[in-house]
């Protein structure tokens, strides 16, 4: 199985702060690597697919990149209804997988 | 408006057996694969079963093979997900969810949810 690990797993910003997140697969996963940003008692929300595409009606302060084993999430300017948790999610090969989520806090 | 909606969650004990289901609208169902990922509380998520739109490819996770069966009827534009063998481990909120080929997979539309509690 192919394992996903995203760091930092929580991190505290203000809003504005630009913010970074990391995520690592195990092997070469090429690009097929997802982005979601989940809200306490909300489903999971698409946010970016194939490493950097943006997902229709997201902002354009989200912005992803990598590709092979190294992934990253951008917030460029942290909004207030960005606090959530952010997963990667790669979809190469099953079983897909997760990483262990993100947690974004206000500071 | 492109909708998936969760049914079939509840209390059940340890051994038994739960049946969830998804219907869909908005879209053509037939046209897509779907899957089952989960979220044990205060947890991450798991993927659980994927099947093609056809049916002809169905796979499962590790930790529910042998237990849970996934299937779909397209002519009701419905998923569904029985759950045999239930354990306390199994608990957890179950999101039926979109995959795209045109997005490598991706699960671009989510279900809001059904919850599946596993207690004696």
């Known amino acids: ?107 | 408006e492109v909708q998936l909606v969760e049914s079939g969650g509840g209390l059940v004990k340890p051994g038994g057996f739960l049946r969830l289901s998804c219907t869909a609208s908005g879209f053509t169902f037939s046209d897509y694969s779907m899957n089952w990922v989960r979220q044990a509380p205060g947890k991450g998520l798991e993927w659980v079963s994927s099947i093609s739109s056809g049916s002809n490819y169905i796979y499962y996770a590790d930790s529910v093979q042998g237990r849970f069966t996934i299937s779909r009827d397209n002519a009701r534009n419905s998923l569904y997900l029985q759950m045999n063998s239930l354990r306390a481990e199994d608990t957890a909120v179950y999101y039926c969810a979109r995959a795209t080929r045109l997005s490598l997979d991706a699960f671009d539309i989510w279900g809001q949810g059904t919850m599946v509690t596993v207690s004696s």
């Open chain 1, 1 to 107: 199985d192919i394992q996903m690990t995203q760091s930092p797993s929580s991190l505290s910003a203000s809003v504005g702060d630009r913010v970074t997140i990391t995520c690592r697969a195990s092997q070469s996963i090429s690009n097929y690597l997802n982005w979601y940003q989940q809200k306490p008692g909300k489903a999971p929300k698409l946010l970016i697919y194939t490493a950097s595409t943006l997902q229709i009606g997201v902002p354009s302060r989200f912005s992803g990149s990598g590709s092979g084993t190294d992934f990253t999430l951008t917030i460029s300017s942290l909004q207030p209804e960005d606090f959530a948790t952010y997963y990667c999610h790669q979809s190469y090969t099953t079983p897909w997988t997760f990483g262990q989520g993100t947690k974004v806090e206000i500071k």
